[in-house]
């Protein structure tokens, strides 16, 4: 797995999303753009918008940046974007550091585009993860965030070593949840709960 990023100055590589993690692990995950000033003034260093106009998106990622964050999309949940390919290059031309999907057939494609391919999987039933694991070790994402992320301590064992960064999200509502889940594998996790994105889990 590749993981210098392409030609666009300064992309993000595995490692340094990673890094950036270890000092403050809550990602902000933005489910409305009345959302945005909050998170850009908090410590989360990195910045999910799983929502809004996707065909608006450069002047939000521009924001981000300037906070000294990174910005990921959901190429599945913004509004206005196909989940196919021109999604992908629309939203790596917004300026986005990583593009978050379903579709493990989008990994190259994100990559190529020189972004970082975050693949996110649904587990919410027992006979999903073998499916949902399989799929994720086939597209070999830069990143594979695991929903519900709350989930991860009780199905960690049922995990396969993949080689992959994990992150948590989904029902992640408290310190408590931030830890199981960091203490499961995970290097991260993602919440929309605007009181975790301060979080310093040292």
């Given at each position: 797995?590749?993981?210098?990023?392409?030609?666009?100055?300064?992309?993000?590589?595995?490692?340094?999303?990673?890094?950036?993690?270890?000092?403050?692990?809550?990602?902000?995950?933005?489910?409305?753009?009345?959302?945005?000033?909050?998170?850009?003034?908090?410590?989360?260093?990195?910045?999910?918008?799983?929502?809004?106009?996707?065909?608006?998106?450069?002047?939000?990622?521009?924001?981000?940046?300037?906070?000294?964050?990174?910005?990921?999309?959901?190429?599945?949940?913004?509004?206005?974007?196909?989940?196919?390919?021109?999604?992908?290059?629309?939203?790596?031309?917004?300026?986005?550091?990583?593009?978050?999907?379903?579709?493990?057939?989008?990994m190259?494609v994100?990559?190529?585009?020189?972004?970082?391919?975050?693949?996110?999987?649904?587990?919410s039933?027992?006979?999903?993860?073998?499916?949902?694991?399989?799929?994720?070790?086939?597209?070999?994402?830069?990143?594979?965030?695991?929903?519900?992320?709350?989930?991860?301590?009780?199905?960690?064992?049922?995990?396969?070593?993949?080689?992959?960064?994990?992150?948590?999200?989904?029902?992640?509502?408290?310190?408590?949840?931030?830890?199981?889940?960091?203490?499961?594998?995970?290097?991260?996790?993602t919440?929309?709960?605007?009181?975790?994105?301060?979080?310093?889990?040292?």
């Amino acid at each position: 797995m590749t993981t210098e990023l392409g030609s666009r100055p300064g992309a993000p590589t595995v490692a340094g999303f990673v890094r950036r993690l270890a000092a403050s692990p809550c990602c902000a995950a933005l489910v409305g753009e009345e959302h945005l000033e909050r998170a850009l003034a908090s410590r989360a260093p990195i910045i999910f918008v799983l929502r809004g106009n996707g065909l608006r998106l450069g002047p939000t990622i521009e924001r981000i940046h300037a906070a000294g964050k990174l910005g990921a999309v959901h190429l599945d949940l913004v509004d206005g974007i196909a989940a196919d390919a021109r999604g992908v290059a629309w939203i790596a031309r917004s300026g986005a550091d990583a593009i978050i999907t379903s579709h493990g057939r989008l990994m190259p494609v994100i990559r190529e585009e020189g972004r970082l391919a975050i693949h996110r999987v649904l587990l919410s039933r027992r006979s999903y993860l073998d499916t949902a694991l399989s799929a994720a070790a086939r597209a070999r994402p830069d990143i594979l965030e695991v929903l519900p992320g709350v989930l991860l301590p009780a199905i960690t064992q049922l995990l396969p070593r993949l080689g992959i960064p994990l992150l948590a999200g989904g029902f992640i509502r408290s310190v408590d949840d931030v830890r199981g889940a960091m203490a499961a594998g995970a290097v991260g996790v993602t919440t929309s709960a605007a009181d975790l994105w301060d979080l310093d889990v040292d």
